[in-house]
């Protein structure tokens, strides 16, 4: 739903597609389109029993490699947010990352440590906490009661204002119009996995990334043969993959700082392909629904596949 919330002029996936390419469009597990499961129904809580990782291991590799299967032909990998979160770490364990022409990673997050938005932050305190299992909710459901609640708590304590949860949570984006925001907010956030949240409240808190700490030396043990979960390593993404990283001065979720600190571990990548945009007034949202992204990022986008050719 993220690439269709704006007019088709102004949506990156129906762009490429006027431009010739052929789009394909993935889907999270946990969200409403993607809640099947080969034993489990949503509801039973294993279901629920992942995060970022798996996405990384199983799901990201699956679907780059279905689509290759499909076309005959290397793709190029568009994501944003936990998009490129995950393509991120695929790539530095070398999923798939031979089926990749090129990837483009719009308001990237690896790095969370400087996140500034009250509500993150708040957040991120209360999954590290006590509450990992969260009431023993195993589905993080953004419009159902409990996590209703939850957010509600979050946004009564000191300095977090959620009057605008937009904003709470991205930061203040500078080209939303109004007509965009409505459709946004009927149809995100999606569900997700509480153990995800927490996954990604241990990246905001640890300051690295890793896989998913259980907390206890034991199941560390267990699921990685050490005490500590192995770390993703960046510096393994092939340094001959052209990226394209666009990023934002107002991002409140993927901080200009831990940006950089991303861009540090791509210091050894091959100059002539890594490129770098850096959009001063844009925050988390505007990567994806701004009215001016279209001229701003997607022509430079499309124009970065377009030289992958030449």
């Known amino acids: 739903m993220t690439w269709l919330l704006t007019s088709p002029d102004e949506s ?3 762009m490429l597609a006027d431009s010739g390419f052929d789009v394909w469009i993935a889907n999270t597990r946990g969200t409403r389109f993607s809640r099947r499961h080969v034993t489990y129904a949503p509801t039973n809580p294993e279901y629920w029993n992942w995060t970022w990782d798996e996405l990384v291991t199983h799901d990201l590799p699956v679907v780059i490699g279905f689509v290759s299967s499909q076309t005959g032909q290397k793709i190029h990998y568009v994501g944003h947010s936990l998009g490129t979160l995950t393509a991120l770490a695929s790539f530095s364990e070398g999923k798939q990352v031979e089926n990749v022409k090129s990837a483009v990673l719009l308001s990237p997050i690896a790095y969370l440590s400087h996140m500034t938005t009250a509500l993150g932050v708040a957040a991120s305190k209360a999954f590290v906490g ?4 969260m009431f023993g909710l195993a589905e993080f459901n953004p419009k159902e009661k409990p996590v209703a609640d939850f957010l509600k708590a979050l946004c009564a304590e000191p300095g977090v204002d959620c009057y605008d949860l937009l904003t709470a949570i991205t930061g203040k984006n500078c080209c939303l119009n109004a007509s965009t925001v409505e459709p946004f907010l009927k149809n995100e956030p999606q569900s997700t996995a509480t153990k995800n949240l927490v996954h990604l409240a241990q990246t905001v808190r640890d300051g690295i990334l890793t896989k998913y700490d259980y907390g206890n030396v034991n199941y560390n043990e267990e699921h990685y043969g ?3 979960p192995p770390a993703y390593n960046l510096s393994n993404i092939p340094h001959n993959l052209p990226l394209f990283l666009s990023y934002g001065g107002q991002d409140a979720l993927s901080d200009v700082r831990d940006v950089q600190t991303l861009l540090d571990s791509l210091k050894f990548h091959d100059l002539d392909k ?7 007034d844009y925050a988390h949202a505007d990567f994806i629904m701004g ?5 701003v990022v997607y022509n430079q986008v499309i124009e970065f596949f377009r030289r992958q050719y030449h």
């Open 291 to 295: 009215v001016t992204a279209k001229d």
């Open 226 to 228: 050490k005490s500590k």
């Open 274 to 280: 890594l490129n770098v945009q850096y959009v001063k």
């Open 130 to 133: 006590e509450i990992t299992t």
């Open 12 to 14: 990156l996936a129906l």
